[in-house]
């Protein structure tokens, strides 16, 4: 709820927006089949959960842009949708996932659902909420643009380490076994490297919704999925010990 | 009324809260991306083309504060409009004023206000954009 998020969605290109918001449905559905808010039996069931996801984010947004005087009854219909629309998709995403991290319910049959396509997919909606709620500002360029190659090397260390030790170091509940078959190497290539690429990935992708890439040079812009990264890639380590 | 039949009415209450609330959902998430690509669909993509009226004058201490209604009739935003207020008299300019707007989305008013010294009922005002970026 940042003062570029609701300027951008009553500012941001159309096309951009509309992809975003609809593109947030497979997300939502993905999220309501892995740790949704009821019994989601069938795929139909989780699309259905998506749809019912993102109204709750659409009616709680409503009530709290109003209240806080961001949105207000003698502006344009479009631009009150706009504004609406894209607080809706975190909002969605936090309606879908809030029953699990409120009840912390064990759940055995949602946790063997969860194969390495799913992590994988849950990795990148944790790092989507993240990097979704903290791209649109400001900082995020101005940090990329004093950064030198040295600091972004640093910073991708950091990021990968603290990825590799958040998931299977550290001693949360809900930690992921390492499985037997897999060494250090393998659990390293298999979930950490591929987790900080899909953050690096759902940066990207991020940024380029909030028209960050737009005019920007290849390297500004990989130092920018650096910096994005970092909490993106936080997200991706914290979504699988919540899920 | 027996255990099973009052399951059952439970159930059926439940499926029916599913349905109005997936329809309400339903109807949210169509109904926003229709107004965004109905408005992109039927907007000519203009630049901003900036409005101004001066709404009110108000005096005070220090002296006189001239309320700005400013409309975007273009269809494209505006990022950080500066407006200047200018008293004129035979044709040289008395006394100018600025205002600084940081967005200014499409078809949209805001209002702000320009300060003055001097009133500016003894001039004339004048109101005018003088520039923007794009958001």
Known sequence: ?243 | MNRRSARRDEEQNRRRLEAVAAAIGAVLAIGTLGVIIYEGVTSSDRPPLVELQAERVQAFEGGFLVEVAIRNAGDRAAADLTIEGLLNRGGSTVETSEMLLDYLPSSSSRRGGLYFRNDPADYELVLRASGYREP
């Open chain 1, 1 to 243: 709820m940042t003062a570029e998020m609701w300027d951008l969605g009553a500012t941001m290109d159309r096309h951009r927006l509309v992809i975003f918001i609809a593109g947030a449905f497979p997300v939502l559905a993905g999220l309501a089949w892995y740790c949704g808010f009821e019994r989601t039996a069938t795929p139909r069931e989780a699309v259905e959960d998506a749809v019912v996801a993102f109204g709750v984010g659409f009616v709680t947004s409503a009530v709290i842009l109003l209240l806080l005087d961001r949105i207000a009854l003698d502006m344009r219909v479009g631009e009150i949708v706009r504004r609406i629309g894209i607080q809706a998709v975190p909002a969605g995403i936090g309606a879908v996932v809030a029953r699990r991290q409120l009840t912390g319910g064990e759940d055995v049959d949602r946790q063997e659902r969860a194969s390495y396509g799913g992590e994988l997919f849950l990795m990148a909606a944790g790092a989507l909420f993240i990097a979704f709620n903290v791209a649109p500002t400001e900082e995020m360029v101005l940090i990329a643009s004093t950064m030198t190659a040295r600091h972004s090397v640093g910073l991708i260390a950091l990021s990968v380490l603290m990825l590799h030790v958040l998931v299977y170091q550290v001693g949360f509940a809900g930690q992921e076994e390492r499985p037997d078959y897999a060494g250090f190497g393998m659990t390293f290539l298999h979930f950490t490297l591929a987790g900080y690429g899909i953050a690096l990935l759902v940066s990207l992708a991020v940024l380029w919704t909030f028209e960050r890439t737009v005019g920007t040079g290849i390297a500004d812009l990989a130092t920018m999925a650096v910096v994005l990264g970092f909490p993106a890639a936080l997200g991706a380590a914290v979504a699988r010990l919540i899920v």
